[in-house]
C-alpha cells in the first residue's frame, strides 16, 4: 500500500505541473488553479478516474449554469454564495455528478473574485477545466501500474497457507490430542482479501478488454476459505484415533501438495471417491463415540467434495 500510495503522489506532482505549465503557455491567468483541478482529477484506476474526470468536468458546467443566474441577476455578494450552494449542490447531486461538487466550486469562487459574468471569465474557467481534468486523465492513462507480478506473489503466498492448513488437518486426524490455533486460517483470510482487492483495481485499469482471471481465482479461494472453516469444525470433532481417520489425513496429505498447483489435477477427488467407496464397505460403528466421530469424518468427506468441486469449476484443467 505505501509503494501505491508513493507512486500516485508521483503521478499527482507530474499531472499537476504539466497542468500548470500548460497553462501557463496558453497564457490564462491564474494558472495555478489547473494544477488544482489536475490534483481534484486524479484517482487510483483508470476507469474511475474517467468518471472523475467526468462527473467534475459537468458537475462545473452545471455549477457555472446556475452561477451565471444568480451572480447575473443578483451581483456579487458574499450573501450570493450559500444561497448559490443551496440550489447548485442539489441540482448537481440529482445530474449524478456528485463527486464534482469540490471541482465545481473551485471554478464558480473563481468566476465571482472575478466579480462579472463574461464570456473571457467563462472561457478562462473552461479553459483551466480542461487543461487541469485533462492532465490528469493523461497522466493516468499514460500509465498504471502492472500488478500482474505482485498478484502472482499473493497467489503464492495464499496457496502456501492453504497448504499449511490441509498439512494441520492431516496432523490433527492422525493425532486428536494435538491442539492447533487456527493461525494459517487468518493468514489466509487476509491473503485473499489482499487479492481481491488488488484484482478489482487491476480489472478497473482494464479498459479496452476485461481479464477478470484475478478476481475469479481470488473469489473462488475466498469461497473455499469458507468451507474450509466449516472443515475445521468438523475436523475438531474427531477426538479419538481410528482408522478412517488415518486415510482421511492421507487424503490432506494429498491436498497439502495439490493446492499449490496451477491446475486442477483431479487426484485428490480421484482418492475421495475412492476413499468414499470403502467406508461404504466398513462395519457398522460398534460404539457411540465411534459413530460420532464417523459422522463426523463423513461431513468432513462432503465438505471436503463441495471444495473440490470450486476447483474444478475455477481451476485450469490439468493438461497431459
Not at 473469489?219 to 476459505?225: A, I, P, S, T
Request: aromatic share 12%; with cysteine.
Amino acid at each position: 500500500m505505501a509503494g501505491l500510495f508513493g507512486f500516485r503522489v508521483i503521478k499527482t506532482a507530474f499531472a499537476a505541473f504539466a497542468a500548470v505549465m500548460i497553462a501557463h503557455f496558453v497564457g490564462i491567468p491564474s494558472a495555478t488553479s489547473a494544477g488544482l483541478l489536475a490534483i481534484l482529477g486524479l484517482d487510483t484506476t483508470i476507469k474511475r478516474s474517467i468518471k472523475t474526470v467526468v462527473d467534475r468536468f459537468f458537475a462545473s458546467i452545471v455549477g457555472l449554469a446556475v452561477a451565471c443566474v444568480l451572480f447575473g441577476g443578483l451581483g456579487f455578494h458574499y450573501w450570493v454564495i450559500p444561497l448559490y450552494i443551496l440550489i447548485a449542490f442539489p441540482v448537481i447531486v440529482r445530474a449524478s455528478f456528485k463527486g464534482g461538487i469540490v471541482t465545481n466550486a473551485v471554478v464558480v469562487f473563481h468566476v465571482f473574485n472575478a466579480g462579472e459574468i463574461s464570456w473571457p471569465v467563462l472561457w478562462t474557467e473552461l479553459q483551466l477545466l480542461v487543461i487541469g481534468l485533462g492532465s490528469a486523465m493523461l497522466v493516468n492513462l499514460i500509465y498504471m501500474p502492472n500488478p500482474e507480478e505482485k498478484l502472482s506473489k499473493i497467489r503464492s503466498e495464499a496457496d502456501e497457507c492453504f497448504s499449511r492448513i490441509f498439512a494441520q488437518f492431516a496432523r490433527t486426524l492422525r493425532n486428536p490430542d494435538y491442539v492447533w490455533d487456527g493461525r494459517e486460517l487468518i493468514e489466509a483470510d487476509k491473503k485473499v482479501e489482499e487479492g481481491l482487492t488488488l484484482a478489482r483495481r487491476s480489472l478497473e485499469n482494464q479498459v479496452v478488454k476485461a481479464d477478470d482471471f484475478w478476481s475469479v481465482y481470488f473469489y473462488m479461494r475466498k469461497q473455499q476459505l469458507e468451507s474450509i472453516q466449516t472443515m475445521a469444525q468438523l475436523v475438531s470433532q474427531v477426538y479419538r484415533q481410528i482408522s478412517q481417520a488415518e486415510l482421511t489425513a492421507e487424503l490432506f496429505d494429498r491436498l497439502e501438495r495439490d493446492v499449490k498447483s496451477e491446475y486442477y489435477t483431479g487426484r485428490a477427488a480421484e482418492m475421495l471417491r475412492e476413499l468414499e467407496e470403502r467406508f461404504k464397505e466398513m462395519n457398522l460403528p460398534d460404539t457411540r463415540e465411534e459413530f460420532e466421530v464417523r459422522s463426523a469424518i463423513l461431513q468432513l468427506c462432503r465438505e471436503l467434495n463441495r471444495y473440490l468441486g470450486m476447483s474444478k469449476k475455477d481451476k485450469a484443467p490439468h493438461v497431459t
